[in-house]
T-cell receptor, first 113, second 112 residues
């Protein structure tokens, strides 16, 4: 069945450091891929998405490229800020039925000044 | 501002009580979902609905039921709350297709 695997946390970085959070997936066909972010005490917010191979999603300085050959969708940001401290979830979805999202277990990022 | 609203942020209930968690969306979304979130386990789908009066079991439906009498409202029901249902509960909604979900802020339920 479909599944998402993302790197274990927690991840601690200094401000302005480069961020990579790895995400790989297992799925039949051509799923859509998403990154969600959850700030402390809040629900999840859609950060970015990509719907086909080689698409690059981007938002708020974050980027991720849909790599079908490596079944990956790694999240990157060139210079993190303290305000980026949150939990990040990778997810995939098919376009059938209720287009259910399958989530990874989340990666907690802490950025220190 | 479009949103998904969950009726309570924090809730404390006793073992054996019947518990209702309410979720309302104002985006005319067809699909609605209930997840629970636990440390180390990520998000697990409890139930979802893709139309009024329709419901489908997710990955962990045991001990839960749902109701969707109106398009905008999706209720999660714990028939007899137990301590292992202490968790963060997240409601979400979406249009069909690759648009992602809009989540509510969550309800942190503690069963004592």
């Amino acid at each position: 069945g479909d599944s998402v695997t993302q790197m274990e946390g927690p991840v601690t970085l200094s401000e302005e450091a480069f961020l990579t959070i790895n995400c790989t997936y297992t799925a039949t066909g051509y799923p859509s891929l998403f990154w969600y972010v959850q700030y402390p005490g809040e629900g999840l917010q859609l950060l970015l998405k990509a719907t086909k191979a080689d698409d690059k999603g981007s938002n708020k300085g974050f980027e991720a490229t849909y790599r079908k050959e490596t079944t990956s969708f790694h999240l990157e940001k060139g210079s993190v800020q303290v305000s980026d401290s949150a939990v990040y979830f990778c997810a995939l979805s098919h376009l059938t039925g209720a287009n259910n999202l399958f989530f990874g277990t989340g990666t907690r990022l802490t950025v220190i000044p | 501002d479009v949103k998904v609203t969950q009726s309570s942020r924090y809730l404390v209930k006793r073992t054996g009580e019947k518990v209702f968690l309410e979720c309302v969306q104002d985006m005319d979304h067809e699909n609605m979902f209930w997840y629970r979130q636990d440390p180390g386990l990520g998000l697990r789908l409890i139930y979802f609905s893709y139309d009024v009066k329709m419901k489908e079991k997710g990955d962990i439906p045991e001990g839960y039921s749902v109701s969707r009498e109106k398009k905008e409202r999706f209720s999660l029901i714990l028939e007899s709350a137990s301590t292992n249902q202490t968790s963060m509960y997240l409601c979400a909604s979406s249009f069909p297709g690759p648009y992602g979900y809009t989540f509510g802020s969550g309800t942190r339920l503690t069963v004592v």
